[in-house]
Protein backbone atom coordinates (compact mmCIF):
# COMPACT_ATOMS: atom_id res chain seq x y z
CA UNK A 1 0.00 0.00 0.00
CA UNK A 2 2.72 2.51 0.56
CA UNK A 3 4.28 1.74 -2.31
CA UNK A 4 0.93 2.65 -4.54
CA UNK A 5 0.72 6.20 -2.76
CA UNK A 6 4.72 6.95 -3.26
CA UNK A 7 4.34 6.26 -7.20
CA UNK A 8 1.16 8.01 -6.92
CA UNK A 9 2.50 11.13 -5.06
CA UNK A 10 5.72 11.17 -7.30
CA UNK A 11 3.60 11.08 -10.60
CA UNK A 12 1.30 14.05 -8.78
CA UNK A 13 4.63 15.77 -8.26
CA UNK A 14 5.94 15.32 -11.86
CA UNK A 15 2.60 16.17 -13.41
CA UNK A 16 2.80 19.58 -11.31
CA UNK A 17 6.63 20.17 -11.89
CA UNK A 18 5.58 19.59 -15.89
CA UNK A 19 2.77 22.29 -15.89
CA UNK A 20 4.87 24.87 -14.20
CA UNK A 21 7.69 24.89 -16.82
CA UNK A 22 6.89 27.98 -19.35
CA UNK A 23 8.84 28.44 -22.24
CA UNK A 24 11.43 31.91 -22.63
CA UNK A 25 10.62 34.58 -24.73
CA UNK A 26 12.13 34.47 -28.39
CA UNK A 27 13.15 37.62 -30.37
CA UNK A 28 10.45 36.36 -32.58
CA UNK A 29 7.78 36.44 -29.93
CA UNK A 30 9.37 40.17 -28.87
CA UNK A 31 8.87 41.27 -32.47
CA UNK A 32 5.31 39.66 -33.41
CA UNK A 33 3.85 41.05 -29.74
CA UNK A 34 5.35 45.08 -31.18
CA UNK A 35 3.67 44.98 -33.69
CA UNK A 36 0.81 47.61 -33.46
CA UNK A 37 2.27 49.11 -30.41
CA UNK A 38 3.41 52.39 -29.86
CA UNK A 39 6.32 54.09 -27.58
CA UNK A 40 7.24 57.99 -27.33
CA UNK A 41 11.28 58.12 -28.32
CA UNK A 42 13.52 59.20 -25.25
CA UNK A 43 14.44 62.58 -25.88
CA UNK A 44 11.55 63.67 -28.31
CA UNK A 45 8.02 64.34 -28.34
CA UNK A 46 7.58 61.93 -31.32
CA UNK A 47 6.53 58.14 -30.87
CA UNK A 48 7.16 55.59 -32.84
CA UNK A 49 4.87 52.60 -34.21
CA UNK A 50 5.94 49.22 -34.45
CA UNK A 51 4.61 47.90 -38.25
CA UNK A 52 4.46 44.74 -39.15
CA UNK A 53 6.31 46.23 -42.18
CA UNK A 54 9.07 46.94 -40.80
CA UNK A 55 12.37 44.99 -40.03
CA UNK A 56 12.07 44.81 -36.60
CA UNK A 57 15.55 43.23 -34.61
CA UNK A 58 15.73 42.41 -31.29
CA UNK A 59 18.46 41.73 -29.49
CA UNK A 60 17.96 40.24 -25.86
CA UNK A 61 20.12 41.64 -23.18
CA UNK A 62 18.51 40.52 -20.11
CA UNK A 63 15.11 38.75 -19.02
CA UNK A 64 14.19 37.49 -15.69
CA UNK A 65 11.36 35.03 -14.67
CA UNK A 66 9.43 35.28 -11.51
CA UNK A 67 6.07 32.53 -11.57
CA UNK A 68 3.76 33.97 -13.98
CA UNK A 69 5.69 37.26 -14.83
CA UNK A 70 8.84 37.66 -16.62
CA UNK A 71 10.65 40.99 -17.56
CA UNK A 72 12.94 41.10 -20.73
CA UNK A 73 14.95 43.73 -21.86
CA UNK A 74 16.47 44.05 -25.58
CA UNK A 75 18.05 46.15 -27.96
CA UNK A 76 15.46 47.10 -30.70
CA UNK A 77 17.10 48.40 -34.54
CA UNK A 78 14.14 49.18 -37.00
CA UNK A 79 13.06 51.82 -39.83
CA UNK A 80 10.49 52.91 -42.00
CA UNK A 81 10.19 55.16 -44.63
CA UNK A 82 9.18 58.26 -44.57
CA UNK A 83 6.95 59.50 -47.37
CA UNK A 84 5.93 62.78 -48.75
CA UNK A 85 2.33 61.52 -50.33
CA UNK A 86 3.80 58.98 -52.34
CA UNK A 87 7.24 59.41 -52.93
CA UNK A 88 9.70 58.03 -50.45
CA UNK A 89 11.69 60.71 -48.88
CA UNK A 90 14.31 58.48 -46.37
CA UNK A 91 14.78 56.53 -44.01
CA UNK A 92 13.63 56.59 -40.47
CA UNK A 93 15.82 54.35 -38.19
CA UNK A 94 15.47 54.24 -34.51
CA UNK A 95 17.74 51.94 -32.04
CA UNK A 96 18.02 51.54 -28.18
CA UNK A 97 17.10 49.28 -24.79
CA UNK A 98 13.10 49.11 -24.34
CA UNK A 99 11.93 46.65 -21.11
CA UNK A 100 8.96 44.61 -21.93
CA UNK A 101 6.59 43.20 -18.95
CA UNK A 102 4.93 39.91 -19.10
CA UNK A 103 1.87 37.50 -17.85
CA UNK A 104 1.55 34.11 -17.78
CA UNK A 105 -2.11 34.02 -18.59
CA UNK A 106 -3.76 31.54 -20.50
CA UNK A 107 -1.01 28.96 -21.15
CA UNK A 108 1.59 31.80 -22.77
CA UNK A 109 2.98 34.75 -22.75
CA UNK A 110 1.11 37.78 -22.95
CA UNK A 111 2.62 41.23 -23.52
CA UNK A 112 1.43 43.82 -20.53
CA UNK A 113 3.42 46.66 -20.81
CA UNK A 114 6.39 48.30 -22.48
CA UNK A 115 8.93 51.19 -21.05
CA UNK A 116 11.22 52.90 -23.42
CA UNK A 117 15.12 52.53 -21.48
CA UNK A 118 16.93 54.33 -24.47
CA UNK A 119 14.95 53.50 -28.13
CA UNK A 120 15.54 56.79 -29.41
CA UNK A 121 15.89 58.40 -33.59
CA UNK A 122 19.03 57.64 -35.28
CA UNK A 123 18.68 58.29 -38.44
CA UNK A 124 21.11 61.29 -38.76
CA UNK A 125 23.46 59.35 -36.43
CA UNK A 126 24.69 56.62 -39.09
Same mark, same amino acid.
Given at each position: ?????? @?????????????????? *??? $??? *?? $???? !??????? %?? #?????? %? #??? *?????? /? %????? $????? *?????????? @? @???? !??????? !?????????????????? /? &??? &???????? !??
Amino acid at each position: MKTKLF @YVLFIVYLLQAGCNSKPE *ISS $DKI *IN $DLNG !KSITLVN %SN #STWEFK %S #SSK *IEASEI /R %SSYNG $DKAEV *ITLIETEEPL @Y @YGPI !KIMMVSV !KGDIKLKYEWYNSEWKLM /R &IEN &ISLQDVTN !KK
